[in-house]
């Protein structure tokens, strides 16, 4: 009896362990095949004789205006006898790709599967008459790799959708939504295990999302769902196509890319140059993206008779050439555990070793870095086990790169401890308040839609040095904040509040200590979360070519409207001089989505959920002395008018809330976190302000429920503080 019991429990641990999301198995993967395989291929970015060169080649019937009725009779040219499912998992294998995502259905509707609901399929609608994509999910399964799916959500074949647009982002009508649901279904079930879906495009509502991730969750609990489904229905965030973040991310994250950026699609004419080059790009897009925490799907587009181009797989066989020597860098490994990126290269972290990517040796042939314990067994070049001097004194690791050759491709040096190693915090805070500025961000990415994606602000860490004893904790808001659920854990005790003042006081500007400058806009450019002054000190608006006009007359304590396109922004940018360090307050007004930074620092970005067309919020600068910079881009998703207003404030309410008594020991650096309560989940990962990575640790720890990645609205973090007090 005792024996059956036991058993029991342990098939219920392995049930939901196979459940729990982020699948383990989807973040190690790291590297992944990308393929973009439809009626377009045939075509190759060609129409009537001609190269089409506006636009991507899979959208060429859109590009190219291309008749419905006509593209749909290149189905009968369509008959791919070269494809090969097999040679296709033996290249992705050799490149060191860990699964395959196909196109199961691109814009054109097209479906590479046999769908019972509609015959614009390949089976129904091509001489070649097999199930495409069945094969190849065979083809993975005995090759031993994973398999994906890219679906596009939208659908220019489908007869009660929306017309073909220049953007994409359509929404479903009530009929289209139910065929996606009914296609999707068929994928998930027909097709056996589905490591990932790879929604795309379309603009949903909320309960499009939600009723598309349900249903995935439902058939295939474990099957991974990008953020492209929109309103932050998300298993895993994507960039941009062929878009690289600049900073770690607290979630599950991937770049896709393509070959060249022009194109995801065969195109016959693309000058594709030296192969060596590209093999070197893309390896370093790569460690990019690994050293950020994220997982990188490489396209190729094979042609309309299914071979491959040999420019494509010379490149993935050169990648695989790298990675069978470097591959320890990569697979299982998490992202920088360092706190701030270094100018030479990337780092990983791997079984409590270090791996440094050389990408510019530093002509001191030195590399520092800097806040690291641990005792290092050894520093070795990976590709060749040649052996480098390094020392570890202070808390400083040294290598001496000199005896590194110049000419091999992104040379590894690995780094190994005796027992794993500990990064220290960055900042540490001694005496002062907690506060955004003093703490160590979290980030992540939210996205409505594609056009509405941006880095989010969903946490924040502190490491906090100070005295044991017991400390009472106050966290400090303004109005903006009032009633919003936040999760704060200090030193490993968890609290659960809700922003409710216990006191409030008034803050004045001290008055004459800050003046108020130029005001500068422009037009903004490409997707709402693309804002080039992020990380730029100072803008110079004067620069001949730059694309600033300098507003006058500007009423301050005045809201403006102004007529806008769907998907258009307004950047500006207001210069403010102040006497002293300061934090002040100013009212903004805006649109659905506005993202604010300050000295190229990113102060809060956020795209209402409930798209409303203006919103209000106050929001505390914390000025530099002399002269300040804050950029604002305002963006429109949905509407026809651009709301608008920037007030600097001259008071403004500054609440309070005690929390229990805390009592802390004795350890180096204490541990404050801030999360907001909705964003808990996504963020469990990081757990310690000093980052440890030992033998045995697994890659990534997160395990929440799904549906625990749902939306995530916007708490401006950027307001709330915290300071302690000695209790008695
Ligand atoms: O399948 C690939 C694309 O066909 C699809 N997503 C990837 C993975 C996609 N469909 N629409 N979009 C991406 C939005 C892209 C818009 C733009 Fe462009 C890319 C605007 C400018 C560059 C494509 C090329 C549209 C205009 C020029």
Known sequence: MKRRFLLFSLSVVVAFSTFAKPSPRWVD??????????????????????????????QIQSFAGIFSDWYANTASDFNPVHWNPDSIVSLAKSAGMRSIVITSKHHDGFCMYHS??????????????????????????????????????????????????????????????????????EIMTRYGDISEIWFDMGSLTPEQSRGLYELVNRLQPGCMISGRLGNDYVDFAVMADNEYPEYKMGMPWQTAASMFNETWGYRSWQERGEVQPKVEEKIASLVKVVSRGGNYLLNIGPRGDG????????????????????????????????????????????????????????????????GIDGTVSGASLLSSGEPLSSRLRNRVLTIDLSGLSADEVLPVVKVSFRNGYSVLPDPIVKREALTPRNAMPLFG?????????????????WAWQHRPGRYVPEIRFTDQEVGRQVVVEIGGTRHEVTLEPTATTGVTLSPGTVRWGSLYRKPGRGVFGNVEEERAREVNPKQPGSRWVEVTGFCYDEVYSEPILPRGSVVFLQEIESLAEQTIAVKLTSGNAAYVLLNGEYITAHFSPQRVEKQEELLLLPLREGKNQLVVKLYNGFGNLLHYGIEPIEEWAIHTLKLEPVRLGRQEFHRVSLRAADAEALTSSVASPVVTDVPDAPSFSTSVSPAAYSAVSPLRMSNVSISFSASR
């Not at 060609?46 to 636009?55: A, D, S």
């Not at 959708?161 to 939504?177: C, E, K, M, V, W």
């Open 29 to 58: 993967q790291k590297f992944s095949m990308f393929i973009h395989f439809g009626l377009y291929s045939v075509y190759g970015g060609v129409y009537e004789g001609k190269p089409v060169t506006r636009g991507y080649s899979e």
């Open 116 to 185: 019972r609901y509609t015959g614009f399929n390949i089976v129904d609608a091509t001489p070649y008459g097999k199930d495409l994509m069945k094969e190849l999910a065979e083809a993975c399964k005995r090759g031993g790799i994973d398999f994906g799916v890219y679906f596009s959500l939208i659908d220019w074949n489908y007869p009660h959708g929306y017309p073909i647009s220049s953007h994409n982002a359509d929404p479903l009508t009530p009929q289209h939504y139910e065929f996606n649901l009914k296609q999707v279904e």
């Open 307 to 370: 071979s491959v181009v040999p420019f494509e797989s010379e490149v993935l066989h050169g990648i695989g050439e790298w990675l069978k020597v470097n591959g320890e860098a990569i697979y299982g490994a998490k992202a920088n555990p360092f706190h701030q990126s270094v100018d030479w290269g990337d780092i990983t972290s791997n079984k409590g070793n270090l791996y440094l990517f050389i990408e510019d040796l530093p002509g001191t042939g030195k590399i520092e870095l800097k």
């Open 445 to 461: 990415h939210s996205s409505l839609n594609y056009y509405a994606g941006y880095k989010s602000l969903i946490g924040y860490d």
